[in-house]
């Protein structure tokens, strides 16, 4: 599986930016999607996943009620909106598919497929 993130860029505090990962290679509607971030010298961490079917998601505490994940089996793709921004938020963001029929798990080692990441820059 291949995925490409989109949609990163600088973004004033309490603003909104879309982003999306495109997934080609095989299809992933039997996989979980995920996305975490990794801030400039720290640890990278769980954002949010979405189930197979898209009904059920999980968010880190940090951006539940900001963040709304959500996916397109007939399209491949998967997409994180995020809003109220903060400049916390800033940090390179970075999609990732689990492994067929795998659980929703927050662990970034988990998930073997991974997109390069882009960036989301808030400003205060």
């Known amino acids: 599986v291949q995925l490409q993130a989109s949609g990163g860029g600088l973004v004033q505090a309490g603003g909104s930016l879309r982003l999306s990962c495109a997934a080609s290679g095989r299809s992933i509607s039997t996989a979980v999607m995920g996305w975490f971030r990794q801030a400039p010298g720290k640890e990278r961490e769980f954002v949010a996943a979405?189930?197979?079917?898209?009904?059920?998601?999980v968010y880190a505490e940090s951006v539940k009620g900001r963040f709304t994940i959500s996916r397109d089996n007939a399209r491949n793709t998967m997409t994180l909106q995020m809003n109220s921004l903060k400049p916390e938020d800033t940090a390179v963001y970075s999609c990732a598919v689990s492994s067929p029929y795998g659980a929703i798990l927050t662990t970034p080692s988990v998930y073997p497929y991974w997109g390069q990441g882009t960036l989301v820059t808030v400003s205060s």
């Open positions: 979405v189930s197979r079917n898209g009904g059920t998601t």
